[in-house]
């Protein structure tokens, strides 16, 4: 059973505007979240991440907003880059706890110059 | 710093065949360690973690094992590799805090 769910497998923007990339999650439990970039043929590397006791975290163009009561978080990027395309993966999890992090299917962003 | 270093980068291998990927970690001692498969098409899917020497956890069954024989040391194991085994294979570190999990640059396994 998937835990943790993206259910846009690919995302297009024009360089310059945002990119929102969605992430929907079951499990009222998980408390800590993830965002992770991966290119083809290399490990994912780390974003951003996001506690439970906070709806937003923001780092430079990268902001993650967490909407406990819908199970719901979202990763805004303004302005898109070209570089930034790539798959960003979602991922929760109760690491207190000592459980693993569930990641999602992965949305593959392509920021058109 | 911490690093994490995972081989093969690319492998080939027949059906039926033996299979053995490594994963070391330096740098940080007692990390949690865990193997997950990105099948085409899909996500990341965990297959093991071990939270210390000899102490493992599957998350899915299948034909696929792993071992700690060291601290900083994960090995993925077959013994007889079937098709659907194909995949990229990430290993990854965390600290005891578990808040961020570090991967490796993975191995990307073609079972024909």
């Known amino acids: 059973d998937q835990q943790v769910k993206q259910n846009s497998p690919s995302l297009s923007v024009q360089e310059g505007r945002i990119s929102i990339l969605n992430c929907d999650y079951t499990?009222?439990?998980?408390?800590?979240f993830l965002w992770y970039k991966k290119y083809p043929a290399e490990g994912p590397t780390f974003l951003i991440s996001?506690?439970?006791?906070?709806d937003k975290n923001e780092d430079g163009r990268f902001t993650v907003f967490l909407n406990k009561s819908a199970k719901h978080l979202s990763l805004h990027i303004v302005p898109s880059q070209p570089g930034d395309s790539a798959v960003y993966f979602c991922?929760?999890?109760?690491?207190?706890?000592?459980?693993?992090?569930?990641f999602g299917t992965g949305t593959s962003l392509t920021v058109i110059p | 710093s911490q690093t994490i270093h995972q081989w093969p980068a690319t492998l080939v291998q027949p059906v039926g065949s033996p299979l053995s990927l490594e994963c070391t970690v330096e740098?940080?001692?007692?990390?949690?360690l865990y193997w997950y498969r990105q099948a085409a098409g899909r996500g990341l899917q965990l297959l093991f973690y071990?939270?210390?020497?000899?102490?493992i956890s599957s998350e899915v069954p299948q034909n696929l094992s792993a071992s700690r024989p060291q601290d900083r040391q994960f090995i993925l194991s077959s013994k007889k590799l079937l098709l659907s085994d194909s995949g990229f294979y990430l290993c990854?570190?965390?600290?005891?805090?578990?808040?961020?999990?570090?991967f490796g640059s993975g191995t990307q396994l073609s079972v024909l």
């Open positions: 990854a570190w965390s600290g005891r805090l578990n808040e961020k999990l570090f």
């Open positions: 499990n009222s439990m998980f408390d800590y």
């Open positions: 996001i506690s439970s006791i906070k």
């Open positions: 991922a929760a999890g109760t690491p207190n706890t000592g459980n693993q992090f569930y």
């Open positions: 740098g940080t001692s007692n990390p949690n």
């Open positions: 071990s939270v210390g020497i000899g102490q």
